[in-house]
């Protein structure tokens, strides 16, 4: 099953404007939330998190955003640049157990 | 400090054949987890190692094996490999210090033929 979920397999997003990512999950024991970020031929690596007693945190032109009721999470990237082409998975922890989401494929145009 | 090493990169096996793919997680990092990514599907978790116990395990057949060795390097292991298997296998490692972040080795493609 599955417990994260990005519906959007693919955002196109002109350069200096806003990304939006978006991420679903189920499972209300999920309680720290992290976004990775991959090349092609490399591994992910991380970007961002936020800890459930939070609902926003910022680094950088990268914000993550946590609605726990509505069990979602967002990824803003302000001002996208190109080099952020990339593909973004979110992931959800309960201490025991990291799920990851399908993974968003972003493409910043110039 | 090195980041997570996994060999071989790539690989080319045959259906029925198995594999086993390497591991080596960042120095004083004693959780390894394995993953298997495909397209659409996202990055479908395996198994987690620590200090060489299998902690967790992912929805997977029996096919799918792994241990961890007390210098904390871990294997997997596909056995009667079929078609479907072919994918980016990733290992990551963490350790309690990480503040719950993984850190992701570049990965081993494996094409099942």
């Known amino acids: 099953d599955q417990q994260v979920k990005q519906n959007s397999p693919s955002l196109s997003v002109q350069e200096g404007r806003i990304s939006i990512l978006n991420c679903d999950y189920t499972?209300?024991?999920?309680?720290?939330f992290l976004w990775y970020k991959k090349y092609p031929a490399e591994g992910p690596t991380f970007l961002i998190s936020i800890s459930s007693i939070k609902d926003k945190n910022e680094d950088g032109r990268f914000t993550v955003f946590l609605n726990k009721s509505a069990k979602h999470l967002s990824l803003h990237i302000v001002p996208s640049q190109p080099g952020d082409s990339a593909v973004y998975f979110c992931?959800?922890?309960?201490?025991?157990?990291?799920?990851f989401g399908a993974g968003t494929r972003l493409t910043v145009k110039p | 400090k090195a980041g997570v090493t996994q060999t071989p990169r790539y690989l080319i096996k045959t259906r029925g054949q198995q594999v086993t793919l390497s591991c080596s997680p960042i120095?004083?990092?004693?959780?390894v987890s394995w993953y298997q990514q495909t397209p659409g599907q996202g990055l479908q978790f395996l198994f987690e190692y620590f200090s060489e116990t299998q902690r967790n395990k992912g929805n997977f057949p029996g096919r799918f094996s792994g241990r961890q060795f007390s210098n904390s390097r871990s294997e997997m292991n596909v056995s009667t490999l079929e078609l479907g298997d072919s994918a980016l296998y990733l290992c990551?490692?963490?350790?309690?210090?990480?503040?719950?972040?993984?850190?992701f080795g570049p990965g081993t493609r494996l094409t099942v033929l």
């Open positions: 990551a490692s963490s350790s309690l210090t990480s503040g719950g972040k993984q850190f």
């Open positions: 499972n209300s024991m999920f309680d720290y």
């Open positions: 992931a959800a922890s309960d201490n025991n157990d990291m799920r």
């Open positions: 120095s004083g990092h004693r959780s």
